[in-house]
């Protein structure tokens, strides 16, 4: 599978080459060879950890951190030849069986974009260059078996994790499902209180009052959770701390010194505290406060659909940057987008790591949450 | 310069001295022992975020966390931050 892209506004060093997959960029789908960008294990960090994710702490294993899962890495072969349509992630189940998620070539694309920056700088490629990109093996590397992926960080230490034990079921009997149908598999659980979603939606569309308008937003606050009955793990956002003392513009939201300060010092207040000790960021909320398609009217036959889908809520690769940025080796990561339609109308939508990826998810609100009774 | 070209060895490393780096959402911690205090904190955020396995496609700043101010890109960290200090590591990246 050939993917089209387009150059970033970012550069990025080589990393350590991986003998098995590379990343190949072309000018046309079946073009020359533009460039081969080895695949290192550091390019897949987020991979490992949504297995991690998916496969230890949704099934109860809560005590083995991200260090200690034991992962194989296995191209999936598109015939005979280098070519991938994508990869496994292996490691061992809870009930000793080998479990495997599958990734697509999606899920690399911050390599091609790594590899476009570099062609960029050598002159091969121009600002607005379509290229493809595909994933490619070394045979010689033994391929068809796989082989061990090391993502380690030995001299890191690593808060431990330390979920809440509270029961999922009930949880889900009295919460209000939002956003999409929920995908196969069902990604992970994400519940909000009422009142920390409101706070979220506040305080991305407070720069919509701005003329002209600006972004604005903030980082999520809330629980990891796992299901002493079920073993599923999940969490539940409660608090929202506002980006204060942002640069803010209408297409940019930057921290700055200031704002992660006050960020640090709340969440070190709340983590002296026994009742809310369990607390972390867990994502980043913030508004897209334009109309989409640089406020072009809406489609001609717009007063035939019920739902206008051109919409500014999407994640750009900016705030896809920003989050592997903030929550790297964090599988639980959220991004809140609250947006407008071309109808100006308001849409929002919450985003996961899946397929390696930030994509689009659905949650649940609950009217109240105590971490101590439920 | 390289992330690796600022390990301390041989005669620089007495003068190499010891901080906490923390990531941003203060999930991760690295301790640092190793690093010349003569380098430029833009070089030493370059070893840090490699060390912590941060994306190399953002830039990287260390802040203070007792003063809350980043750090000069170009100046000594060893001029900005005393031994045994804790900073953060911290993306000078924005949403978009």
């Known amino acids: ?374 | 310069m390289t992330a690796l070209d600022t390990t301390a060895a041989g005669p620089g490393a007495q003068d190499a001295f010891r901080f906490i780096a923390t990531d941003v959402t203060g999930t991760n911690e690295l301790e640092v022992g190793d690093l010349q205090s003569s380098l430029p904190a833009s070089a030493v955020a370059r070893t840090v975020a490699d060390r912590m396995s941060l994306p190399d496609n953002v830039p990287w700043a260390l802040r203070d966390e007792s003063t809350s101010v980043y750090l000069d890109d170009d100046v000594a960290i060893g001029d900005q931050i005393v031994p045994d200090a804790r900073v953060a590591i911290t993306p000078r990246t924005h949403l978009g």
């Not at chain 1, 974009?113 to 121009?126: D, F, I, N, T, V």
């Not at chain 1, 334009?290 to 072009?296: Q, S």
Request: glycine content about 10%; aromatic content about 8%.
């Open chain 1, 1 to 374: 599978m050939t993917q089209p892209g387009t150059i970033g506004a970012r550069g990025g060093a080589e990393r350590a080459a991986s003998p098995l997959l590379a990343i190949v960029l072309r000018l046309a789908q079946d073009g020359p060879e533009l460039a081969r960008e080895p695949v290192g294990p550091s390019d897949l960090v987020d991979a490992v950890s949504e297995l991690w994710l998916e496969e230890s702490l949704r099934n109860g294993d809560t005590g083995t951190a991200l260090d200690e899962v034991p992962v194989r890495l296995r191209p999936e072969r598109a015939g005979s030849g280098q070519a991938c349509t994508g990869y496994f992630l292996e490691s061992p189940g809870a009930d000793g069986r080998t479990v495997q998620r599958r990734f697509s070539v999606f899920s690399l694309e911050h390599v091609a974009r790594r590899a476009a920056e570099r062609m960029a700088g050598e002159g091969k490629l121009q600002a607005r260059d379509v290229f493809y990109y595909h994933i490619a093996c070394d045979e010689a590397a033994g391929a068809g078996a796989g082989r061990p992926l090391d993502v380690s960080l030995p001299e890191v230490q690593t808060r431990p994790l330390e979920p809440l034990a509270i029961e999922l079921a009930p949880l889900l009997r009295r919460a209000r499902p939002v956003g999409p149908a929920a995908a196969t598999p069902s990604p992970y659980g994400v519940f909000y209180t009422a009142a920390a979603l409101a706070a979220a939606e506040r305080c991305a569309r407070r720069g919509a009052e701005h003329h002209p308008p600006v972004e604005t937003g903030g980082v999520l606050v809330g629980f990891l959770c796992s299901c002493p009955v079920s073993g599923d793990f999940f969490a539940v956002v409660v608090e929202v701390l506002e980006a204060q003392d942002a640069d803010q513009t209408a297409y940019s939201l930057a921290f700055s010194a200031r704002t992660w300060t006050r960020i640090r010092a709340v969440m070190e207040a709340r983590q002296r505290h026994a009742a809310t000790r369990g607390l972390r960021i867990v994502g980043q909320c913030h508004g897209h406060n334009f109309i989409p398609a640089d406020g072009a009217p809406p489609c001609p036959d717009c007063a035939r659909r019920t739902v206008c889908t051109r919409s500014s809520v999407f994640v750009s690769l900016d705030d896809w940057n920003w989050n592997r940025a903030v929550f790297r080796r964090q599988p639980w990561q959220l991004c809140h987008i609250f947006g407008l339609n071309a109808r100006h109308e308001r849409d929002q939508g919450l985003f996961g790591l899946r397929d390696g990826r930030l994509l689009e998810r659905g949650y649940h609100v609950l009217e109240d949450f105590d971490p101590e009774g439920c």
